[in-house]
């Protein structure tokens, strides 16, 4: 079957236009026909990076930049997307890809720092991201610090000067001369006062001895009579303690209410009431008392005088006596 010249033309255009655009990626370092994994990071700024720029892993090239587009939710955030050609390498999931500078010139490239995860990325996943502070800001954040002392510094010099424009202008030169004068005239009398001192100090030199002599003496004693002073001491505590461990309030309190008890007794023994009252203030108990004393004695006397009247005591027995018959 003989192909049409038109269809040889198309053909041809087609494949020029396909190998245009392979060609055109190839520049670029994307190649159409390989396998290589690529990842995304989102990034609110760049910092310069392109496409083409190298991805590396401790600072060895396993990919490269492919293209860098604004994310569509209007945002402002850029997205990355990169490739990785290491086929066997494995990258783990909390890997982050932080832009860095490459070289001295503002070179940027992407460093993927591994992480620890078991899981590992799979092809077209994002990864976390950050971005190296750039050289102008790492020597900001150091002369920041130096920045802020020197100010202070400079504030400080300043309040220094001021206040040493003001010790010396007229008025403060005078009031330093007045004060080192007024220290000055103090010292003097301070001088004089010791000078009196020393004098009174020579004329009662032996009044001083002798005080010294005193007190010496004293303290010796102290010393001598140091166990006999502990000892007056603990007893002192001990009665102490036990004045204060007795309740001497409830004791006083009760001897005063025995003592107005006794009181109300006595008056009513003096007021005749009661049995002792009776017997204290009437005489009548005494006197019926005194006359059965009396016929006690009586008694005892006629029975030693006349004991057979109450004891009849026989050998034989007892005789009866003749009704009739009277002693």
Request: glycine share 6%; aromatic share 6%; net charge negative.
């Amino acid at each position: 079957m003989k192909i049409r010249k038109e269809v040889k033309i198309g053909f041809i255009v087609l494949l020029t236009i396909g190998l245009g655009i392979w060609g055109a990626q190839y520049l670029k370092g994307t190649n159409l026909f390989d396998d290589n994994r690529r990842f995304y990071a989102i990034y609110d700024h760049v910092d310069g990076l392109s496409a083409s720029n190298p991805v590396v892993i401790n600072g060895y090239k396993v990919g490269q930049v492919e293209s860098i587009n604004f994310l569509q939710d209007f945002s402002g955030k850029l997205i990355v997307k990169f490739t990785v050609t290491e086929k066997n390498f494995r990258l783990p999931v909390d890997t982050k890809a932080k832009i860095i500078s490459s070289d001295l010139l503002g070179s940027k490239s992407i460093d993927l720092n591994l992480g620890t995860s078991e899981e590992e990325l799979q092809n077209l996943d994002t990864l976390e991201s950050s971005i190296e502070a750039s050289l102008t800001e790492a020597v900001n954040q150091q002369i920041a610090p130096l920045k802020r002392k020197a100010e202070e510094l400079i504030s400080t010099v300043d309040s220094a000067i001021i206040v040493v424009q003001s010790i010396f202008n007229k008025q403060a030169r005078g009031d330093i001369g007045a004060s080192f004068t007024s220290i000055r005239n103090s010292l003097e009398a301070f001088e004089k006062t010791m000078n009196r001192v020393d004098g009174l100090v020579e004329q009662e030199q032996e009044h001083i001895a002798a005080i010294f002599q005193n007190v010496e003496s004293i303290t010796k004693n102290l010393s001598r009579n140091n166990e006999r002073l502990t000892q007056s001491l603990e007893n002192i505590e001990a009665i102490t303690d036990s004045l204060a461990g007795a309740n001497l309030k409830q004791t006083v309190n009760n001897a005063s209410y025995a003592m107005e008890e006794v009181a109300e007794v006595m008056e009513k023994i003096n007021q005749g009431q009661g049995s002792l009252g009776q017997l204290i203030n009437n005489d009548t108990l005494y006197t019926n008392l005194e006359a059965a004393a009396n016929d006690l004695d009586q008694l005892l006397l006629d029975m030693r005088l006349n004991p057979e009247r109450y004891v009849h005591f026989s050998i034989f027995g007892r005789k009866k006596k003749d009704p009739a018959k009277k002693d």
